[in-house]
């Protein structure tokens, strides 16, 4: 599995979601599940697939978070057909945000969200794609204009990342203050990322319903992560921080994808019991956990 993994919150419907993905894009599949029993909502079912060969969680944990377009992942196409033909399933049942037409920096774009309510933006691009699905940061509200710093802070905390392409806003905008950032990108660990600011009114900010996993192969791995990106207290919980940006992390052994793979039931019972408790994941309690 990646070194970082988009993580999706879904209600009752991530076994659903998934199969729906898994038929949007090629390259795709369910590549394993599992069920939590007696967590804080309930049992809910976990799932990891590929799309367009990257990797992806979901999870059906209860209405606690909801999609909004602070997240979204753009897809990049090599033909004004596939642009079509995705945006025609995806906007199935949803919303459109950007209507799918010619803009001065793609050919044929539009912005929707899905009939689940997670944002997508699909785009016509030039040249060679070598990711193509990139989850795209907006910086809105409280945030807005710290695009810039985050991708500093990100790139600071990551050991294998770098800074991309950056554009700024220019003068004369109603909403947009010169300078800050229409659009960026940049690497974490391999996974290419987009930010920009927004300075419309939207009335949606980050939440826990997108959020990204951060896979550990020790200890000293999780410890340095959770040292340098939790910012709020009261959301650490289960693996789960926020960082001073509002943008959700989960830090986890890489290990645990295993054990949530094993299909023993009591295995994996004794490991959600355990990992129900901590806030920071510490490996020997779960690993201890594991064999019981």
């Known amino acids: 599995m990646s070194k970082i993994v988009p993580h999706l919150w879904y209600d009752k419907e991530a076994r659903e979601a998934a199969d729906f993905y898994v038929g949007v894009f090629e390259d ?11 967590t804080p909502s309930g049992d809910a079912e976990t799932l990891t697939i590929k799309l367009a060969g990257q990797d992806f969680m979901l999870i059906s944990a209860g209405p606690y978070f909801r999609f909004n377009p602070s997240i979204s992942l753009r897809v990049d196409c090599s033909s004004a057909e596939e642009v079509n033909g995705l945006w025609s399933k995806l906007s199935e049942g949803g ?5 799918l037409d ?7 774009y539009g912005w929707c969200a899905d009939k689940y309510g997670l944002s997508w933006q699909i785009m ?6 070598r990711q193509k699905i990139t ?6 509200g409280e945030e807005y204009g710290r695009a810039e710093e985050a991708i500093a802070f ?3 905390v990551f050991r294998d ?7 700024r806003y220019g003068e004369g905008l109603e909403f947009d203050k010169p300078g800050t950032v229409m659009y960026a990108s940049f690497s974490l660990e391999g996974m290419t990322f987009a930010a920009m600011d927004s300075g419309y009114a939207h009335e949606f900010q980050f939440n826990e319903a997108v959020s990204f996993i951060v896979n550990c192969e020790n200890q000293e791995e999780i410890d340095y992560y959770w040292d340098r990106l939790s910012f709020v207290p009261e959301a650490e919980q289960c693996g789960w921080l926020k960082d001073k940006f509002g943008v959700s ?3 986890v052994p890489s290990a645990m994808d295993e054990m949530m793979k094993t299909g023993d039931k009591e295995k994996i019972r004794r490991v959600t019991e355990a990992f129900l408790k901590m806030k920071k994941f510490d490996i020997a309690a779960l690993e201890k956990a594991y064999e019981g």
Request: net charge negative; aromatic share 10%.
């Open 154 to 156: 990100y790139t600071e």
């Open 249 to 251: 992390w989960q830090i």
């Open 124 to 129: 016509l691009v030039d040249g060679e794609i």
């Open 102 to 108: 010619s803009y001065t920096f793609s050919a044929r």
């Open 28 to 38: 795709s599949m369910i590549t394993g599940g599992a069920i939590l029993e007696d």
């Open 161 to 167: 990342s770098k800074q991309g392409d950056m554009t």
């Open 135 to 140: 989850p795209t940061l907006m910086f809105v």
């Open 95 to 99: 919303s459109i945000l950007m209507e």
